[in-house]
């Protein structure tokens, strides 16, 4: 590794298979965390059939026409940003990217031919997440750094909060390039106070070192902070490694809660739980089951148990050993509650088989041979693009190769090819078409600050602008 390069993006809502980046920002910087170089900040366009949200337009200030005036193509982007920006030996940092902004750089990859996952590990490179280095200071080591607290007085880790009661610069929460400003200060801050925690949970972003403490073949507990976790123990707690999950992953058990409430549940009782939505889970009779999927891929932040012997770690965790001891000897007494939640998980559907392709990312890798298209692909220019009819293999990219043509070379299109784009760009728009409306609705009830209802002005004339009209 030679480089860190802070990330982050403005988007036009929370679904990365549909809605679009609309701004990127950047800026590299040595191991030392000092910048290299000048920034990058870009808009790009937003295209004919997308529907940006009204709420996340209220959030970043970005209007349609900001893009369209200023920014980048799709095709620009992802061409600047795989092969200028995320060079090799670099480790792309950002705050809660794992989860949200690197999907969105994944499909944009996708939807412009590009491998959508060479970016992040190719010749070096690797991805890091700060939010749960944040996250795992505050609950091990907050020394030296002023925490804040909502209106309620509960712990968060709210980017423009931490920076604010700090005393670091951040003049503009929700603009790309202040928020990875205020990201780069806030690392700095970590490093400055807590050196060898930082250090250590960048070391195990490699999941060969990640496995020396989460292993199956030699359980421990160790400590672990997610955002599913409660924030009256500050997002962390200890868990137990219990059995192998889907996609790469180890399935752990929350070693605060007591299995035998559990043990006795039936496959069918776990999948439930498990598989339950954000409303069923408000329900006062859900049961949650204290398990959870460990991605080896997601730069989780763990730590050995030996840690908490240092400045009070049990203390600061409100947890006691003869607890987890108990709860271990539990489980490992259970090897059939093992087996009902690996079970469980195999039948758990985290992506459901979507219709079209823009959102069939995860359905399979892709082939080999089409990997040679893609380059050939990349490296045309609008004239050239406009005679290559490549014959791919995987189905999925010969509807998405028309799409690309008209986001980002709308000349090459034929008269057939307008027409079966048109189709499709109205049919999209017409599903997007209630909710934007309700949205619209709502925020000119509730809105009276001048530039906010500028900004719904701006979006009424985009919409009026992508409106399809009928085709013969």
């Known amino acids: 590794m030679k480089y860190f390069y802070f990330y982050d993006l403005e988007t036009s809502g929370l679904d990365p298979r ?76 950002g705050f809660n990217n794992i989860r949200f902004d690197d999907e969105f750089i994944r499909h944009l990859m996708w939807r412009n031919f590009y491998d959508p996952y060479e970016w992040s590990w190719k010749d070096g490179r690797s991805r890091w997440d700060l939010l749960d280095v944040v996250r795992m200071t505050r609950a091990l080591r907050p020394d030296g750094i002023d925490w804040p607290f909502d209106k309620d007085n509960k712990p968060t880790n709210r980017l423009e909060l931490i920076t604010s009661r700090n005393g ?57 902070v997610s955002g599913k976790y409660s924030g009256d123990y500050n997002k962390a707690t200890v868990v137990f490694p219990i059995t192998t999950g889907p996609n790469n992953s180890v399935i752990v058990y929350d070693l605060r809660f007591d299995p035998t409430k559990f043990v006795n ?14 409303e069923q889970k408000k329900d006062p009779n859900y049961l949650a089951i204290p398990v959870k999927k460990l991605a080896f891929n997601r730069c989780p932040a763990v730590a050995p148990l030996i840690t908490l012997d240092a400045q009070d770690g049990w203390k600061k965790m ?34 459901k088989p979507l219709k079209d392709s823009e959102g069939q990312l995860y359905d399979s890798f892709l082939p080999d041979k089409d990997k040679i298209r893609l380059e050939s692909i990349q490296k045309s220019s609008e004239t050239d693009i406009a005679d290559l009819h490549p014959e791919f293999i995987d189905e999925r990219l010969s509807s998405l190769f028309l799409r690309y043509k008209a986001r980002s070379f709308p000349n090459s299109l034929s008269q ?54 009928e085709l013969p």
């Open 18 to 93: 549909y809605d679009r980046i609309m701004q990127f920002a950047g800026q590299r910087t040595d191991l030392d965390l000092n910048p290299i170089g000048d920034p990058d900040n870009f808009f790009i366009k937003i295209s004919e059939d997308t529907l940006p949200s009204p709420d996340a337009l209220m959030v970043t200030g970005i209007t349609p026409q900001i893009t369209l005036d200023e920014g980048l193509t799709e095709a620009e982007a992802a061409k600047k940003i795989y092969n200028e920006i995320f060079v090799p030996d670099t480790t792309i940092v």
């Open 168 to 224: 670091l610069n951040h003049y503009k929460a929700h603009d790309a390039l202040s928020d990875v400003m205020a990201l780069i200060d806030v690392a700095k801050l970590i490093k400055s106070k807590q050196n060898q925690l930082f250090d250590f949970l960048l070391k195990i972003r490699d999941k060969n070192k990640l496995k020396e403490i989460v292993n199956l073949d030699d359980k421990k507990p160790f400590v672990y």
């Open 265 to 278: 549940l039936s496959v069918k009782k776990i999948t439930e739980s498990i598989n339950a939505s954000w």
């Open 318 to 351: 409100k947890i006691e050993k003869s607890t987890i001891e108990n709860h271990i000897k539990t489980l490992l007494e259970r090897p059939d509650f093992v087996e009902n939640i690996r079970s469980a998980y195999e039948k758990n559907i985290e992506f």
């Open 416 to 469: 057939d090819e307008c027409q079966i784009w048109e189709k499709w760009r109205s049919d999209r728009i017409t599903s997007q078409l209630p909710k934007f409306i309700e949205s619209m609705q709502r925020l000119d009830k509730q809105i009276s600050d001048e530039n906010r209802r500028f900004i719904l002005e701006e979006l009424q004339l985009y919409l009026e602008s992508v409106l399809p009209v």
